[in-house]
């Protein structure tokens, strides 16, 4: 397995054994494998960097769908662009009324995360409420005409085919693809050893929406700390949303969680000094 190059978490490495290799393909885009290790169950790679794995991908997608959700709390129709591998998908079939688009640009990372980590996407991909798009999310975005109250950027690290998610010229298109005071979030690595990831996005998404910060989560799988989740609106009161109307939304939702807290959800939003100091625009 390729692991990081230079670039990404340059001079750093997490290795996960292989126990088993369960599939290997170069599809037309990435290097995809699915392994098994003894500690996180099924594990998918693109390229040689961890995407998910069975055993801690509950964390990262409810934190990445729940946050926007319950912040926002009226969301009829939410976006995704990549997730390929279902998680996201999943925790937004938690909800009632949801339409959800997802557009992911490889159908190979769909199709085998379907067949050989089912629990991942938990039936998602069969739900009428779920439309799947194969496409470049960059360009779906330029052509779209709809318009979504939340888009979560679930995308690989900028390198390769999801360098594009990381562009101006992309959170722009997005921005004019939300109704009015909707969210983006974005998958944005560890602060920790992807610090120039950070400030870039601080800076691009910055000159565009009124509210924009970071919110965080320990995912066990990534490597280098607590991972950060972009978030940008031009409605400043999501981020002010009480603990007793989170409470009172996670209850009405009826939605059942393992990690996503409305306590956890206000405290993610708290971030260390050092965090804090990447946040000048440049
Ligand atoms: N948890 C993640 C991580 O660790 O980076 C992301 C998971 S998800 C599997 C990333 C998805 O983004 C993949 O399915 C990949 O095919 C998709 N992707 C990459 N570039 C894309 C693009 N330009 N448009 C749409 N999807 C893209």
């Known amino acids: 397995m390729r692991l990081f190059d230079e670039g990404l978490h340059s001079g750093v490495n997490l290795a996960l054994k292989v126990d088993e290799v369960i599939y290997r393909e170069q599809t037309e885009l990435q290097d995809l494998m699915i392994f098994e290790n003894k500690q996180f169950g099924r594990v998918m790679s693109l390229d040689g960097a961890i995407q998910t794995t069975e055993k801690d991908e509950f964390i990262y997608h409810e934190m990445f769908v729940h946050v926007p959700m319950l912040a926002h709390g009226r969301v009829r129709r939410a ?75 679930d995308s690989t690290d900028p390198h390769g085919p999801g360098e594009v998610l990381y562009s101006e010229e992309f959170y722009r298109d997005c921005k004019s693809c939300l109704t009015a005071g ?13 610090e120039s990831e950070l400030r870039t996005s601080y800076d691009r998404l910055g000159g565009l929406f009124r509210d924009v910060s970071f919110y965080l989560a320990a995912i066990p799988s990534y490597v280098g700390g607590v991972m950060a989740f972009g978030w940008a609106t031009d409605d400043t009161d999501h981020r ?18 393992d990690y996503y807290t409305p306590e956890v959800h206000l405290a993610a939003f708290a971030l260390p000094l050092h965090i804090q100091k990447m946040l000048t625009r440049q």
């Open 182 to 194: 909707g969210i983006i979030i974005t998958q944005n690595g560890v602060p920790y050893v992807q």
């Open 240 to 257: 002010k949303v009480s603990l007793s109307k989170l409470a009172e939304r996670y209850m009405e939702s009826g939605i059942t969680t």
């Open 79 to 153: 976006l995704i662009i990549g997730g390929g591998d279902g998680g996201a998908a999943r925790q937004f079939m938690k909800y009632q009324n949801i339409e959800v688009t997802m557009v992911d640009i490889d159908r190979s990372v769909v199709e085998l995360s379907k067949k050989y980590m089912p629990s991942v996407s938990g039936g998602a991909f069969d739900d009428p409420r779920l439309e799947l798009v194969i496409a470049d999310g960059c360009k779906y975005v330029k052509d779209a005409k709809q318009r979504w109250d939340v888009i979560i950027i």
